[in-house]
């Protein structure tokens, strides 16, 4: 038999997705069966599936430790982190939150390969640092609030604690949230405009498709204001409000208009980033999260530039404007 005190990390959750999470290689079925039969115990009663647990709350599961221990076999409580030298850049960070500036070239979250992303750093250094313990937390592991592509730098969410994740998620979710971003583009479009249009991605190529109408159910409305700051020779830099967050959107939908952003490998101009490459050593694409509001909690957070960006701006003479936009 197995004892487990509820802690504000696993608060107001339902009871059967607070033990899927605990024993993720258990069925829903097997589960609920469980809770049926007693084998399962909230405060010493049987408990329905939808029970919210609460903080304090006490729970009793009667299996042994070894059928406990091969239902949560699935679940990697620490990778361990073999890159003793990476530093993460820290934006802000209080007891319940870290910010981070994410670089260019490191995944946000875990993917399907066995590459070290952002968040493996990010909970390595918490860790290490006290504010999290993966024994203590059976079902809560730090996670990032917020994405970017792997190529894109800037602001990254780190809540410590789930009810911090759930506030941001949840300010996230009904838009109460202001996101601005930095692009470096080929062209010289007007000086400020809404794109308004329809996703559609190819999960298995890892791309997406624009279009001013929707072409199926699953496409996802995309908008984005931008203002232009300045434009020098081919080269305009622009000032973007995200309005939704939809994978690759920025980047998919100034290529549609016309205007790819330099340095993309997936949706920019070829020839263009090749010059850019062997001229400046452009590798990614300009394309910068700058500046993150989150409306409800009243805290807005800035990402210095990355030094490659800083060093494009003023090889094709942005130094000035881009001094007065930020």
Do not use: W
């Not at 190529?205 to 109408?213: A, H, P, Q, R």
């Not at 199926?216 to 908008?223: G, L, Y």
């Not at 590798?283 to 999260?289: A, E, G, M």
């Amino acid at each position: 038999m197995k004892e487990i005190i509820i802690t504000e990390n696993e608060n107001n959750q339902r009871l059967d997705r607070f033990l899927k999470k605990l024993m993720p290689q258990a069925s829903t079925g097997f589960l609920q069966k469980m809770l049926r039969k007693k084998r399962i115990k909230l405060n010493g009663q049987k408990s329905e599936p939808s029970t919210k647990i609460i903080t304090g709350d006490v729970l009793h599961i009667y299996f042994s430790e070894e059928t406990i221990s091969n239902f949560r076999s699935s679940r990697t409580l620490n990778k361990k982190i073999s890159i003793n030298d990476t530093s993460l850049d820290i934006i802000y960070e209080d007891s319940n939150l870290l910010v981070l500036n994410k670089p260019s070239g490191i995944l946000t979250q875990p993917d399907k390969t066995d590459e070290l992303s952002l968040v493996d750093y990010a909970v390595d250094y918490l860790i290490k640092k006290g504010d999290y313990n993966p024994k203590v937390n059976l079902t809560f592991t730090p996670a990032c609030a917020n994405r970017l592509d792997k190529n894109t730098t800037g602001i990254i969410l780190v809540p410590k604690n789930y009810k911090t994740l759930q506030s941001v998620n949840e300010a996230i979710r009904t838009d109460q949230t202001r996101k601005i971003y930095y692009a470096l583009i080929l062209g010289h479009p007007k000086e400020c405009g809404e794109i308004i249009g329809y996703l559609k991605k190819d999960p298995i190529k890892n791309t997406v498709t624009f279009s001013e109408k929707p072409t199926s159910a699953t496409d996802k409305k995309s908008i984005l204001n931008y203002e232009t700051i300045e434009s020098h020779g081919d080269y305009s830099l622009l000032k973007i409000t995200l309005q939704t967050g939809r994978s690759h959107q920025i980047r998919v939908q100034l290529s549609a208009m016309g205007y790819p952003i330099l340095g993309d490998p997936k949706y920019g101009n070829r020839h263009i980033n090749s010059r850019l490459y062997e001229d400046f050593g452009v590798k990614n694409q300009l394309l910068h999260s700058a500046e993150f509001t989150l409306t409800t909690m009243n805290k807005t957070f800035e990402a210095p530039f990355p030094y490659i960006f800083l060093k494009s701006l003023k090889n094709f003479g942005f130094s000035e404007s881009f001094d007065a936009a930020v």
